[in-house]
């Protein structure tokens, strides 16, 4: 190893493996990679990024195992885990509502529990982390312990889609491995 080597390290060609101490942590997921949460292995089969104003970039990684999808989510040192749900499932018209005041309610009540608006974003979605990305509006709103949470997103004019979850923190996924995206 040469001098330059050792001041300013060695690069790393593209086909090298990844470093299991520097490359192997949760903030470096790609595509293919497989990580453990709640005694299940997931594969991670997707990424985007959201590009909020005034917030910092928000990442997604969608995690699939046996048939399900979850949604992994890292904004600045916060994480979150979420999964899909119908706009319909939330209590009342929740979507009527957006489209008469173009605001949410305050409260509203999935699966019999109160979620209180706690903040809302307007920005895009750019899949795979690239271009121009989807025009975005984001409503979140979250439960008295402020651990579960329920979003709304609202794409064009008319069309919603939602997610309940709950914060998690990264130790709680372990045995990140590499793997090929296909």
């Known amino acids: ?24 942590v949760l903030e470096k997921l790609k595509v293919g990679y497989l990580v453990d949460y709640d005694l299940q292995t ?26 399900e999808q979850r949604y992994l989510e890292r904004a600045g040192d916060a994480w979150s885990l979420s999964y899909k749900i119908a706009v319909g499932d939330i209590a009342g018209d929740v979507r009527r509502h957006i489209l008469d005041h173009e605001d949410p309610p305050d409260t509203i009540i999935f699966k019999g529990a109160a979620y209180r ?14 271009g121009a990305g989807e025009p975005v509006i984001r409503w979140e709103f979250v439960d ?34 590499p793997g090929s995206p296909t």
């Open 1 to 24: 190893m040469g001098l330059r080597e050792r001041l300013f390290g060695r690069k790393k060609n593209a086909d090298e493996a990844p470093d299991p101490l520097a490359d192997l």
């Open 42 to 67: 997931w594969r991670v089969t997707g990424y985007s990024r959201y590009r909020f104003s005034g917030v910092d970039e928000v990442e997604e990684w969608e995690l699939t195992a046996d048939g």
């Open 117 to 130: 608006l706690d903040a809302s974003y307007a920005g895009h979605l750019l899949p795979d982390g690239a």
């Open 144 to 177: 008295a312990d402020e651990t579960a949470f329920v979003g709304i997103e609202q794409w064009g004019e008319s069309e919603f889609t939602a997610a309940a979850g709950s914060v998690v923190e990264d130790y709680q996924f372990t045995h990140i491995l």
